[in-house]
């Protein structure tokens, strides 16, 4: 009786004492998207197993280790969705949308599931907002997914985030990288796990994205992928650095950081906030990755994934809440909200219209809240 009355371990009830913060957030999401021109895209919650061995990547751990696959009542080998990309990509091929306006740019929130340890936030069962931009492989597609993501963040008040960029090269020049990594992980083959073991073979990359501690130092001194880029994605990485120059988000590169899934390619990013702010009052949310096919970003407030031309996502578990305004920054305000879970007064701002004055009025809001 204890099984039924009990939820599955990794799983979670939201209430309704705390579900109108998880309204609150996927509106503002699905509203600053559709205002970069996203529209919003619902697959299904399962697909075909090889959907995701394919896109996703067989030596990755999430095909590896962390999905929920079984057989159905015709012996299909069906999975559910451990991710948006893949269910995003192939609807865009299956209904032909290639042939209309490129490029296609898709929003969607959507439940997923990985067979995850649930610790450090993590959860079995998770929402995820992604966006895809299908059909764009300039520059500025990275740049825009960025300043998106950068939007939502803002708009939310989640302070202290630091922007990392890095760039993994198109899959030609990947090839001269893989050489060397396994030149190098060679040299130290009996100190790895036996899951890099499998992956030196297959993809010597997987290994710099290995949880092991001991993978982990290994690593460190591994070759930088920065230094074997091509000269076009070279150049498309300093285009996208312009881009984010001329848009006045700050960032440093950091040649150490990568991405495991097999779709990632070109300039990505990490976007994090240190333990420190993560405890202070104003703490916003738990992130969780993934997403992105030509470019990828990973935005952490533990760990969360922004991807330019194929995509953006993450996946928050909200906790206090402090609600500043959007990119557009002329706002009203509502009347003060107060539950007895909540000590902090929660401010809703809702966006009017676009103006450049955001963060003066910002600030001056903080300041009445103090």
């Not at 960032?251 to 097999?262: A, C, F, K, Q």
């Not at 935005?299 to 305004?325: H, I, Q, T």
């Not at 009017?352 to 009025?361: G, I």
Request: proline share 5%.
């Amino acid at each position: 009786m204890a099984l039924v009355t009990k939820a599955i371990k990794g799983t979670q009830d939201i209430l309704p004492d705390v579900v109108y913060k998880n309204q609150f957030i996927e509106q503002t999401m699905l509203d600053i998207a559709g205002k970069f021109g996203f529209r919003e895209i619902r697959t299904p919650v399962f697909e075909h197993t090889e959907l995701f061995q394919r896109g996703v990547g067989e030596t990755t751990d999430v095909v590896q280790k962390e999905m929920y696959t079984f057989d159905d009542k015709g012996g299909r080998s069906i999975t559910l969705r451990p991710e948006g990309t893949a269910g995003a990509a192939r609807a865009f091929l299956e209904h032909g949308l290639f042939n209309e306006a490129l490029p296609q740019k898709f929003c969607y929130i959507i439940n997923c599931y990985r067979y995850e340890k649930p610790q450090s936030g993590r959860w079995r069962e998770f929402q995820q907002f992604g966006v895809e931009m299908l059909g764009a492989a300039h520059p500025a597609a990275d740049a825009e997914v960025i300043s998106l993501a950068n939007e939502i963040f803002a708009f939310l008040g989640v302070e202290g985030i630091n922007l990392e960029l890095n760039s993994i090269g198109c899959p030609e020049c990947r090839k001269n990288y893989h050489a060397a990594l396994k030149e190098y992980f060679e040299a130290r083959k009996d100190e790895l796990c036996p899951t890099c073991l499998g992956r030196l073979e297959k993809n010597p990359m997987r290994i710099l994205d290995c949880k092991s501690p001991i993978c982990k130092e290994i690593a460190d001194g591994a070759p930088a992928i920065i230094d074997y880029i091509c000269e076009d994605c070279s150049n498309h990485f300093e285009s996208v650095k312009k881009y984010l120059d001329k848009m006045n988000i700050e960032y440093t590169v950091n040649p150490r950081i990568v991405r495991g899934l097999d779709y990632y390619t070109e300039p990505f990013l990490s976007l994090f906030q240190p333990i420190s702010v993560l405890r202070a009052p104003f703490a916003a949310a738990v992130v969780t990755t993934d997403l992105s096919k030509s470019s990828e970003a990973l935005m952490c407030l533990r760990s969360a994934s922004v991807s330019a031309r194929a995509g953006f996502s993450c996946s928050l578990k909200l906790r206090e809440l402090n609600f500043p305004s959007p990119r557009a920054a002329r706002f009203t305000l509502h009347p003060w909200v107060k539950t007895r879970h909540m000590k902090r007064r929660l401010l809703l701002l809702t966006f009017v219209q676009a103006a450049s004055a955001r963060r003066q009025m910002l600030l001056a809001a903080r300041s009445r809240l103090r």
